[in-house]
C-alpha cells in the first residue's frame, strides 16, 4: 500500500511524534511506501520530500498573517495538493496532530482526491480546547456536557482569557471546517479515550480504539532486581508525584524518580532528607534502560486522563510489574493481581497495600508483564489491525458515493 502520513515535525520533540516515525518504520519494514507530509522547519531530518513541506503559524510573535494561518493554512492546503499530483495516487491518509498548523485545510483536498482519511488521535482536541482535560490542576470534562466556551469561563489556557478565547474560536472553527466530518475514521489509543470522544459527539462508528505499540526485540527480559521502585517520565504534580512519595516514605520503599518537568523543584524540596527516596533527574537510553531493568516494580501513579501511557508498556516489556493508578486509560494496561496492581488515584492508603502486596509476586508478575505486552501490544499485532482499518477504509471510499466536501 500506498500511504500519505501526515503530522507536525519532522523530528521528534515529543510522543506523537515518536508514534509518527515507528510506524512510517513499520509500514515501510512490512514492505509499504510512505511518503511524509510535515511542516517546515530547521530542526526537521533530512527527507526527499521536504520540498513540499508547509510554513505553519508563528504562534509566539503572532502577526496578524500567522494568526489567520493558526485557523486555516492556506499554504498547507497546496502544498498538498501540489504532493498528491506528484507522488500519488494514495492508498490512504494518516493524520497524527495537525491542529493549528496543517489545519482543516487539509481535509477538503484528501476528499478531493478520494484519498480515505484516518485520525489517529494523541490527546484530547476533539473534546477539550485546550487538549488536555484538565482545570486548575485536577481533572476536568466539564466542555463536554456544557460545550467549548467553558474554557472561557474558567480561563482553561495558561489562566488567560485571551488565550483561552483563541483556542476556543479555533476549535469551534475548525469543527466547522470539518475536522470531524471529513475524517473517515478515528483510532483512539485507549477506550477511555473513545468514551470521551462519543461523549464530545463523535459519531461511534468512527471510532476505534488500537493502543501503542512496543518493539520487545532489542529489550531483553532478565528476572532479577536490585529492590527499589522506579517512576520515570514527566516530572509533573498530575503525574501523582506527590501521592506517591508519601506513600514510599511511610511504606519505607526505596523509590527511584527519573526525569524532568515543572515540578522538579517542588519534588527535591519534598524529598529532602529522605534517605530512601532518590531523584537521578532526566535520564535516556541505555541509563535509562538499566535504572528500568534492575526496578522490583514501576510506579505510574497518575492523577489525570492518562490513555496509553509509554512508559507503562515499556516497563512491561522489561518484565517490570506496573502498580497503577485507577485512572483514564492506566486499567486497559494492568492486569489486576496477574502483573500489577491498581489503586485509587491520591489515595496514599491503597497505594501502599498494593506496594506491600507486590512482594509476594514480584517474580510472577514480571513473566506475566512480559507475555502480555508480546500478545497485546506488539507491532506485529499493531500492523496487522492497521493494516485492516486502511483496507476497510479504502473499500469503504470505492463502493461508497463520496459526501461534498
Not at 498528491?84 to 492508498?91: E, H, L, T, V, W
Not at 484519498?115 to 482545570?135: D, F, G, N, W
Not at 489556557?157 to 475514521?185: C, H, N, P, Q, Y
Not at 493508578?325 to 492508603?349: C, K, Q, W, Y
Request: net charge positive; charged share 20%.
Amino acid at each position: 500500500m500506498k500511504i500519505l502520513q501526515i503530522s507536525h515535525n519532522y523530528h521528534v520533540t515529543g510522543g506523537s511524534d515518536a508514534v509518527f516515525f515507528a510506524t512510517t518504520d513499520l509500514l515501510q519494514n512490512a514492505g509499504h511506501q510512505v511518503v511524509p507530509f510535515c511542516m517546515d522547519s530547521p530542526n526537521n531530518l533530512p527527507t526527499q520530500w521536504s520540498g513540499y513541506f508547509p510554513k505553519g503559524a508563528d504562534t509566539k510573535s503572532q502577526p496578524v498573517g500567522d494568526a489567520l494561518r493558526y485557523f486555516y493554512n492556506l499554504d498547507a492546503r497546496r502544498k498538498l495538493e501540489q504532493l498528491i499530483r506528484d507522488a500519488g495516487p494514495f492508498d490512504a491518509a494518516h493524520i497524527h496532530i495537525y491542529h493549528g498548523k496543517m489545519t482543516p485545510a487539509i481535509l477538503p483536498v484528501l476528499r478531493r482526491h478520494r484519498i480515505p482519511v484516518l485520525h489517529s488521535l494523541h490527546e484530547y482536541k476533539l473534546a477539550c480546547p485546550v487538549y488536555t482535560m484538565q482545570r486548575s490542576g485536577k481533572p476536568c470534562d466539564s466542555c463536554l456536557s456544557t460545550g467549548p466556551l467553558t474554557s472561557l469561563r474558567h480561563r482553561c489556557k495558561d489562566g488567560s482569557l485571551a488565550r483561552s478565547a483563541i483556542m476556543a474560536a479555533e476549535f469551534m472553527t475548525a469543527r466547522m471546517l470539518g475536522d470531524v466530518r471529513l475524517v473517515d475514521r478515528f483510532l483512539c489509543v485507549s477506550d477511555f479515550q473513545r468514551r470521551v470522544m462519543e461523549r464530545a459527539a463523535i459519531p461511534a462508528q468512527k471510532l476505534a480504539t488500537l493502543h501503542n505499540f512496543v518493539d520487545t526485540s532489542a529489550i531483553q527480559f532478565q528476572p532479577g532486581h536490585d529492590g527499589y521502585l522506579l517512576y520515570f517520565g514527566r516530572i509533573e504534580k498530575l503525574k501523582g508525584l506527590e501521592t506517591l512519595i508519601n506513600a514510599a516514605a511511610q511504606a519505607g520503599e526505596r523509590l527511584k524518580i527519573a526525569g524532568t518537568g515543572s515540578w522538579s523543584s517542588q519534588l527535591q524540596a519534598q524529598i529532602k532528607g529522605q534517605s530512601n527516596i532518590d531523584y537521578v533527574g532526566f535520564k535516556n537510553g541505555q541509563e535509562l534502560a538499566h535504572l528500568i531493568a534492575r526496578a522490583r516494580a514501576v510506579v505510574v501513579p497518575s492523577e489525570w486522563y492518562e490513555n496509553c501511557p509509554m512508559s507503562l508498556l515499556e516497563a512491561k516489556a522489561y518484565g517490570k510489574p506496573i502498580i497503577g493508578a485507577r485512572i483514564g486509560g492506566i486499567p486497559e494496561l494492568v492486569r489486576e493481581g496477574v502483573d500489577g496492581f491498581l489503586f485509587t488515584p491520591g489515595n496514599i492508603a491503597e497505594l501502599k497495600n498494593a506496594l506491600g502486596a507486590l512482594d509476594k509476586n514480584c517474580e510472577l508478575f514480571g513473566q506475566n508483564a512480559r507475555k502480555d505486552v508480546e500478545a497485546r501490544f506488539s507491532p506485529t499485532t499493531y500492523l496487522d489491525a492497521l493494516l485492516h482499518h486502511y483496507r476497510c477504509l479504502k473499500q469503504d471510499r470505492n463502493e461508497q458515493a463520496l459526501q461534498p466536501a
